[in-house]
């Protein structure tokens, strides 16, 4: 089975330099095997560091990934599917004071992030733990080391490629402060040799989701009183895209559970609600209209897609005079959402 995750930030604006005292580093193992049809995982795929000396609090950061160019191959006119690399937290290690660094659970890391094709992607998307340190002697040394495994999923598909194949995965990271200022950003290449599969070609699940254009970073944008006391709403057409080979549904949640300013200031996630509509029928199909909230939700249902694009529109929107948006301090409020795809 294959699940995709992708991840999408949302942004209020409502009208009416920050320096970091840390670095960032990072390494791969940068090569992987694939002997079989199951498909292979190396557990240390990705380390990334973030380290510093002295005192400070830093909230909101990120990290994301970017795939250069499509994944091709040394030795043929092979290309390789994007959504069949993942990565997965595998541990959270190193030194601060007075308090441990962050777990993984603690930062709130997604436990699958699928490669996607286009855009940055997120492997922390706005830490739910600062990178804190407060140490009793002035130049106290502070160090955040995240592993990640990546994985090669398994499946039929691999039988395409003659044994021996090589691919490239051509990837920058980049780690940001809560401002979105860069900290840090480094360029790895991830290779990987199908070799000779054993066992039978499985009958899989294939399923992928994928977040286009500018739903990517969806905005609401509060500019007259009238924005206030109609409530807003925002449409991002052929904003999700999905092709299933099975009945399938798509939840949505929030990774935090308040869009959250500069300033520190919070409105809760569950003012605004959510629904997508499909641009063409599909059979099975069933709709929901959900408030954010961090637990999962489903927001749609359908059944295979029969080897097409099956797209959706997204429409965000609030109520009418809402105390919580009337009251917040004109500022700009975000939080990250989780979209999954999983079989029914």
């Known amino acids: 089975m294959n699940r995709k995750f992708c991840l999408l930030m949302m942004i209020f604006l409502l009208t009416g330099k920050f320096h970091s005292q840390i670095s960032y580093s990072s390494w ?20 990334m560091t973030l380290s510093g000396n002295g005192n400070f609090n830093i909230p909101n950061w990120k990290v994301t990934a970017r795939l250069k160019s499509p994944i091709t191959a040394n030795n043929g006119p092979y290309t390789f599917p994007a959504n069949k690399i993942s990565f997965q937290p595998v541990s959270s290690t190193g030194q601060a004071y007075p308090n441990p660094v962050p777990t993984i659970a603690e ?7 699928v490669v996607t094709e286009g855009s940055e992607f997120f492997l922390v998307p706005k830490s739910n733990a600062p990178l804190r340190n407060q140490p009793s002697q002035q130049n106290g040394y502070y160090s955040l080391q995240l592993k990640f495994s990546i994985t090669v999923a398994g499946g039929a598909y691999l039988s395409n490629y003659p044994a021996w ?36 070609p499985p009958t899989s699940t294939e399923l992928s989701l ?24 925002v449409t991002y057409p052929n904003a999700l895209t999905v092709k299933a080979n099975t ?62 694009n099956l797209d959706y529109t ?9 105390e919580y948006f009337i009251n917040a301090k004109p500022d700009e409020y975000s939080a990250t959402l989780q979209y999954e ?4």
């Not at 997204?314 to 809402?322: L, V």
């Open 314 to 322: 997204i429409k965000y929107s609030t109520k009418p005079n809402d």
């Open 165 to 200: 194949t090589t691919f490239n995965v051509p990837m920058e990271f980049t780690a940001y402060s809560q401002n979105n200022s860069i900290i840090g950003r480094m360029d790895h290449n991830i290779q990987f040799q199908i070799g000779t599969l054993s066992g039978t």
């Open 210 to 233: 994928k977040v286009n254009g500018n739903a990517t970073n969806g905005l609401l944008e509060f500019n007259s009183m009238q924005d206030y006391k109609d409530g807003k709403s």
């Open 247 to 308: 009945n399938f549904q798509i939840t949505v949640k929030a990774i935090q559970s308040n869009f959250t300013s500069l300033a520190g200031k919070t409105i809760p996630v569950s003012n605004v609600q959510m629904n997508v509509t499909p641009l063409t029928q599909n059979a099975g199909s069933a709709l929901y209209t959900v408030f954010l909230n961090t637990a999962s939700q489903t927001i749609a249902k359908g059944s295979s897609t029969q080897g097409a």
């Open 28 to 47: 791969v193992n940068g090569y992987l095997q694939i002997n079989s049809y199951q498909g292979n995982t190396d557990p240390n795929g990705y380390t």
């Open 107 to 113: 930062i709130g890391i997604p436990p699958n992030t």
């Open 341 to 344: 795809i999983t079989p029914q």
